[in-house]
C-alpha cells in the first residue's frame, strides 16, 4: 500500500479516500443516506459522484430535522492566500445545502491561524487575503440574511469564551498527537484547534439553546473536529455533524494542489489567457500520438481535465458520461476537451469576477461583527 498523509496542514502522497475513511472512523455516504436527502431535493451531484463522500452523524441530523430540528452549516477557510478552484469546490455545496435546508450559515475565517502556521505570513497580510477571499464568498450568492462571516482576530469577543470552554478539555498531549505538534512549535498552535472547534457552538451560544451544526469541509479537517466532537457532550452541545469531500486534484495530476505553484490550479481572479495556457499544460489520459488515441481510446481516470468537468464544470450526469465514453472509444481527443473545459471555466469566472466587484459594496452585509 503506498504511503500517504492527510493532516489540515500536509498533504503528501496519493490519497486512498476509501483508506482514509478507515483510518478516520468516518462513515460513507451510501445509497441509503442519499435516498434519504432526495427527499428535499435532486441529490446535488457532488453526492450522486460521490465527491461529498463521507460523513459524521449526518443521518441523526437529518432525523431530527424530519422531525422539525432545524441545523445551522459552519464551514471556513483559512487566508492564506488568494481563493482557487479547490476552494470554491466545497463552496458551491454548502451554497446548496443552505438553499435546501433553509440554514443559516457560519463562515469562519482563520487569519490566526494562517498567521501562526505559515513562516513567512504576517497578521496584516493574512487579514488582506481574509478580504479578498470573503469577496469571492459572496460571489457564490449566499443569502446575505442567512451568512454570517468573521475573521477570528475580529470577532474574537465572541469566540474566545467559547474556545476556553473548548481549551480546558482538551490536553497537551491530545493536541500533540492529533496535530504532530513538537516541542519546538510555537504556543498559538497549541491553542489554535479551540478557535475552530468555536464556530460548532456558536450557533447553540447564540440563540441560546443547542441546535445541530453541520460542517461541510474537506476531509483533511476531520483531526480538529474529532477533538470538536469528543468535547462537545461535556459542554452540553450536540456533538458536531460532518460531511466531508475528496480534494480537488491539481491541474498537474496528483492530490498535492500546491499554492507555491500556480500552475496546479485556478485562481478565481485569474485572466482567460492564463486559465487557457493552464489548462493547455493540464495532465491528461491522452496517448502519445493522435494515431494511438484513436485506435485505443485515452484514460479518463486519470486525466485532470476530465476531473475538473466532473468535480465542478459539469453538473450533468449524462453530458459527463458521454465524454468519458467518447474518450474511452478514441472518438474524443484531448484538445476537444480542453477547448470546451476553458470555455466553461472562463465563462463561470467572467461571471464571478463581476459579482465579486459588485461583492465589495455587499461587504457589510455579511460580516459579523461583536
Ligand atoms: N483550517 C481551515 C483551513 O486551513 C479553515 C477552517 C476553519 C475550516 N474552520 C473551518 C475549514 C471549518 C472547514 C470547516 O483552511
Do not use: C, G
Given at each position: 500500500m503506498a504511503e500517504f498523509t492527510v493532516t489540515?496542514?500536509?498533504v503528501t502522497g496519493e490519497i486512498d479516500y476509501e483508506e482514509l475513511v478507515e483510518r478516520f472512523g468516518t462513515s460513507r455516504i451510501d445509497e441509503n443516506l442519499i435516498n434519504r436527502i432526495s427527499k428535499y431535493a435532486e441529490p446535488h451531484f457532488m453526492l450522486r459522484r460521490g465527491i461529498f463522500y463521507s460523513h459524521r452523524d449526518f443521518d441523526r441530523t437529518l432525523s431530527d430535522y424530519e422531525k422539525g430540528k432545524p441545523f445551522y452549516l459552519y464551514t471556513g477557510r483559512g487566508p492564506s492566500g488568494m481563493t482557487h478552484l479547490g476552494h470554491i469546490m466545497p463552496w458551491l455545496f454548502t451554497k446548496w445545502m443552505q438553499d435546501v435546508f433553509d440554514a443559516e450559515l457560519y463562515f469562519q475565517i482563520t487569519d490566526d491561524e494562517k498567521f501562526l502556521f505559515k513562516d513567512e505570513l504576517t497578521l496584516e497580510k493574512a487579514r488582506e487575503y481574509a478580504y479578498e477571499n470573503i469577496l469571492d464568498i459572496i460571489a457564490l450568492g449566499f443569502d446575505p440574511k442567512k451568512t454570517h462571516i468573521f475573521l477570528d482576530t475580529e470577532y474574537i469577543h465572541n469566540l474566545y469564551p467559547i474556545a476556553l470552554r473548548v481549551a480546558k478539555r482538551i490536553t497537551f498531549s491530545t493536541v500533540r498527537a492529533v496535530f504532530g505538534l513538537q516541542n519546538s512549535s510555537n504556543i498559538g498552535k497549541i491553542f489554535y484547534t479551540g478557535m475552530?472547534?468555536?464556530?460548532?457552538f456558536l450557533g447553540s451560544e447564540l440563540s441560546g439553546e443547542p441546535i445541530n451544526c453541520v460542517v461541510p469541509c474537506g476531509i483533511?479537517?476531520?483531526?480538529?473536529f474529532r477533538v470538536t466532537r469528543d468535547v462537545a457532550p461535556f459542554l452540553g452541545y450536540p456533538k458536531t455533524t460532518m460531511i466531508y469531500c475528496k480534494l480537488l486534484p491539481s491541474l498537474l495530476g496528483g492530490d498535492k494542489m500546491s499554492s507555491s505553484v500556480p500552475e496546479s490550479t485556478i485562481y478565481t481572479t485569474d485572466t482567460p489567457k492564463q486559465v487557457k495556457k493552464k489548462i493547455g499544460k493540464a495532465f491528461t489520459g491522452g496517448a502519445v500520438s493522435v494515431e494511438e488515441q484513436r485506435k485505443n481510446g485515452g484514460n479518463p481516470d486519470v486525466c485532470m481535465v476530465y476531473h475538473?468537468?466532473?468535480?465542478?464544470?459539469?453538473?450533468?450526469?449524462?453530458?459527463?458520461?458521454?465524454?468519458y465514453d467518447e474518450c474511452m472509444a478514441g472518438e474524443r481527443l484531448c484538445g476537444q476537451c480542453k477547448m470546451e473545459l476553458t470555455g466553461k471555466i472562463n465563462r463561470f469566472l467572467e461571471k464571478h469576477q463581476e459579482k465579486r466587484e459588485e461583492a465589495k459594496e455587499m461587504l457589510e452585509d455579511f460580516i459579523l461583527r461583536d
Open positions: 489540515p496542514w500536509e475552530q472547534s468555536a464556530p460548532a483533511d479537517q476531520d483531526p480538529h475538473y468537468l466532473r468535480y465542478i464544470f459539469e453538473p450533468d450526469d449524462e453530458k459527463l458520461k458521454k465524454v
